[in-house]
């Protein structure tokens, strides 16, 4: 639990020059995908617990919380 505290609050202050392709490959939805998994993974040392939680994640950002998604159940316009 402290390494991963120390990894969370330190990474901000890293600075990593990446290249347009390298940038553009992060952002890119499977980039991302295994990017959380290794953070979930590096946190529980579980891979089926880390592919689960991963799962869940893409589902919440993908579908259930994204505004432009048929699934979501969260409008923020329907908050006011």
């Known amino acids: 639990a ?23 490959l992060i952002r890119d939805n ?3 995908e295994i990017l959380i998994g290794a953070v979930l993974f590096t946190a529980t040392k579980d891979l089926l617990l880390s592919v689960f939680l991963t799962m869940t994640v893409v589902l919440l950002t993908d579908f259930f919380l994204n505004e432009k998604s048929r699934f979501c159940v969260y409008h923020p316009k329907s908050c006011r």
């Open 2 to 24: 402290l390494a991963m505290l120390v990894l969370n609050i330190g990474s901000k202050y890293v600075e990593m020059r990446f290249s347009l392709t390298q940038e553009q």
């Open 30 to 32: 499977l980039g991302m």
